[in-house]
T-cell receptor, first 111, second 115 residues
Framework: QQQVKQSPQSLIVQKGGISIINCAYE??????FPWYQQFPGKGPALLIA?????SEKKEGRFTISFNKSAKQFSLHIMDSQPGDSATYFC??????????FGRGTSLIVHP | GAVVSQHPSWVICKSGTSVKIECRSL??????MFWYRQFPKQSLMLMAT?????????EQGVEKDKFLINHASLTLSTLTVTSAHPEDSSFYIC???????????FGPGTRLTVT
C-alpha cells in the first residue's frame, strides 16, 4: 500500500516557468512533510519541509503548500531554472519515525 | 553541518565476492543510521535501520545474511554485500538522523556494479 502518492512522474518546464509537484498521503498521523532534491548519481538532499500547523512555507523560489483537510501537499518552484533539473521526492513521517517516500518526479527545465 | 559521507562512491566487483560500503556522519553523532537501495528512476527503498551497538532492523524481504550491517560507533555504519551477484547492482544510499530529529541527512550514495 503506497502511503504517499506523488505526481506527475515527470515534468518538463520552460525556464522561468512554475514547476508544480503534488503529493497526497493517507495516514493522518503524519506530522512532517519534507521534500528532497536528488541530482543524478547523488544522494537526496533536504530542500524544504513543512509541519501541518501551517498551510504554506516559502524558502526562496521554493514553496510548500499544505492542505490538511485534503491530505495533500505540493511543491512549487517559481522561476524554474535549468539547474533545478533533478528528481524530487516528497515524503511524510510521524514524529521521528522513518519517512515514507513518494515515487519521485523527474523535472527537466528547458533553457 | 550535518554532513554524511560514503565510501566508496562507486565500486565494481566480480560475482561471488563481498563488498563493504562505509557510511560516516562527519560532524555529528548519529542516533540512527539507515540504508537505502535505489534502482534507476525509482524511489528509495529502505533496507534496514541500525543503531550503534545493536543489531540492525531489516525491512521485510531484505536478506540479513546477504546485507550485513555493522554499526560500530555513533559516526560509522557499514553495509557489506556478501557473495554479490549482478542483481545486487544498484545505488546504495545511507542516511543518518541526529538526536531523533525529524530530518534525515543523506550520504552521496555508492554505485555498486557486480559483473
Amino acid at each position: 500500500q503506497q502511503q504517499v502518492k506523488q505526481s506527475p512522474q515527470s515534468l518538463i518546464v520552460q525556464k522561468g516557468g512554475i514547476s508544480i509537484i503534488n503529493c497526497a498521503y493517507e495516514n493522518t498521523a503524519f506530522d512532517y512533510f519534507p521534500w528532497y532534491q536528488q541530482f543524478p548519481g547523488k544522494g537526496p538532499a533536504l530542500l524544504i519541509a513543512i509541519r501541518p500547523d501551517v498551510s504554506e512555507k516559502k524558502e526562496g523560489r521554493f514553496t510548500i503548500s499544505f492542505n490538511k483537510s485534503a491530505k495533500q501537499f505540493s511543491l512549487h518552484i517559481m522561476d524554474s531554472q535549468p539547474g533545478d533539473s533533478a528528481t524530487y521526492f516528497c515524503a511524510a513521517s510521524r514524529g521521528s519515525y522513518i519517512p515514507t517516500f513518494g515515487r519521485g518526479t523527474s523535472l527537466i527545465v528547458h533553457p | 553541518g550535518a554532513v554524511v559521507s560514503q565510501h566508496p562512491s562507486w565500486v565494481i566487483c566480480k560475482s561471488g565476492t563481498s563488498v563493504k560500503i562505509e557510511c560516516r556522519s562527519l560532524d555529528f553523532q548519529a542516533t540512527t543510521m539507515f540504508w537505502y537501495r535505489q534502482f534507476p528512476k525509482q524511489s528509495l527503498m529502505l533496507m534496514a535501520t541500525s543503531n550503534e551497538g545493536s543489531k540492525a532492523t531489516y525491512e521485510q524481504g531484505v536478506e540479513k545474511d546477504k546485507f550485513l550491517i555493522n554499526h560500530a560507533s555513533l559516526t560509522l555504519s557499514t553495509l557489506t554485500v556478501t557473495s554479490a551477484h549482478p542483481e545486487d547492482s544498484s545505488f546504495y544510499i545511507c542516511s543518518a538522523d541526529w538526536d531523533r530529529s525529524y530530518e534525515q541527512y543523506f550520504g552521496p550514495g555508492t554505485r555498486l556494479t557486480v559483473t
